[in-house]
């Protein structure tokens, strides 16, 4: 008897290659997360399968898993949406009423502060501009509008 479960994940797998037009490696990574969410809804014991999911917290706790595993939020994000994407599937398909992961809120992405060139580096940059070609004047005026205003 063929496993209903990994019958949907392969159904999905495909609609990803040959409909949506993904990668191989964009539809092997959402049949990894698949899997994954397969196995952590398996072993505790929150429903019999993917498509017996009943409620949000199930979800929930899956990010719950998931922040503990100390993944990245990215990480986090992508599985996410592997996920979200799968249950738009199925209920596109008719398999599930409800998409329990549209309205799941992933941890926050960090914000990276930009990295500062140091003022030695902008005097080099302006060294390096030969004033005497026309060019390279230009080059010193675009550049020192750009320091002047602060652009990155």
Do not use: W
């Amino acid at each position: 008897m063929k496993d209903k479960n990994l019958e949907v994940i392969n159904e999905f797998y495909e609609n990803l290659i040959s409909i949506k037009n993904y990668s191989l490696n964009t539809a092997d990574a959402y049949k990894t997360d698949l899997l994954e969410f397969l196995d952590f809804i398996k072993t505790e014991k929150m429903a019999a399968g993917l498509l017996q999911i009943r409620n949000e917290r199930v979800c929930k706790n899956y990010i719950s898993y998931l922040a503990n595993q100390d993944l990245k939020s990215s990480s986090i994000h992508r599985k996410l949406s592997s996920l979200n994407s799968f249950y738009n599937y199925l209920v596109k398909e008719e398999l599930v009423k409800i998409n329990y992961f549209l309205n799941v809120e992933a941890p926050k992405t960090p914000k990276r502060l930009p990295k500062i060139i140091k003022e030695s580096e902008v005097m080099m940059l302006f060294d390096a501009c030969d004033l005497d070609d026309k060019l390279g004047y230009r080059n010193y005026c675009i550049l020192g509008c750009l320091y002047g205003c602060g652009l990155r």
